[in-house]
């Protein structure tokens, strides 16, 4: 079951930038230890936003800085019992949507980035996927309910 359907596939390994990296999963694949699947259990929550909310800076930030294990090695690692204890915000459908939205926005961008022929297009995709990731950012600081300073932190401005 885990392996099959539309799922999160989760590298185990953090980023270089110490962020968590997720992707949309459709296709059956069996996956090693190095990815995670993971499927939202929290009915009515869809995976494209599960898949946001996993993605966004503040969820990596708060992974990192409250998890001995991401910190312990090298090699910061994701480890599911670590993370399931950070919550998915509580939002109404509309909220829930419009990050749903954005998150299938940035899937088709990536796939339009990997079909670029030229570097212009390349150079032209990879901008509206920084904005459109920006987007995301700033709707799930909104979902969270952050202040300024709290973004400004998240952010690395302090």
């Given at each position: 079951r885990m392996f099959e359907g539309k799922?999160?596939?989760l590298r185990r390994l953090l980023t270089r930038k110490f962020r968590l990296q997720a992707g949309l999963a459709i296709e059956t694949m069996i996956t090693t230890d190095n990815?995670?699947?993971?499927?939202?259990?929290?009915k009515g929550i869809s995976v494209e936003f599960a898949l946001g909310i996993l993605n966004s800076k503040l969820i990596s930030w708060v992974y990192v800085n409250t998890s001995m294990i991401a910190q312990k090695d090298d090699f910061p690692q994701v480890h599911i019992s670590a993370l399931s204890a950070i919550r998915l915000?509580?939002?109404?459908k509309s909220k829930q949507g419009h990050l749903v939205q954005l998150v299938e926005q940035i899937l088709s961008?990536?796939?339009q980035l990997t079909e670029a022929k030229t570097d212009h297009d390349q150079t032209l995709i990879r901008r509206q996927i920084d904005a459109t990731?920006?987007?995301i950012d700033k709707?799930?600081?909104e979902l969270y309910d952050l202040t300024p300073e709290e973004i400004a932190i998240v952010e690395g401005n302090i």
């Amino acid at each position: 079951r885990m392996f099959e359907g539309k799922r999160i596939a989760l590298r185990r390994l953090l980023t270089r930038k110490f962020r968590l990296q997720a992707g949309l999963a459709i296709e059956t694949m069996i996956t090693t230890d190095n990815v995670l699947n993971m499927i939202p259990k929290i009915k009515g929550i869809s995976v494209e936003f599960a898949l946001g909310i996993l993605n966004s800076k503040l969820i990596s930030w708060v992974y990192v800085n409250t998890s001995m294990i991401a910190q312990k090695d090298d090699f910061p690692q994701v480890h599911i019992s670590a993370l399931s204890a950070i919550r998915l915000p509580e939002c109404n459908k509309s909220k829930q949507g419009h990050l749903v939205q954005l998150v299938e926005q940035i899937l088709s961008l990536n796939k339009q980035l990997t079909e670029a022929k030229t570097d212009h297009d390349q150079t032209l995709i990879r901008r509206q996927i920084d904005a459109t990731d920006n987007q995301i950012d700033k709707l799930v600081y909104e979902l969270y309910d952050l202040t300024p300073e709290e973004i400004a932190i998240v952010e690395g401005n302090i």
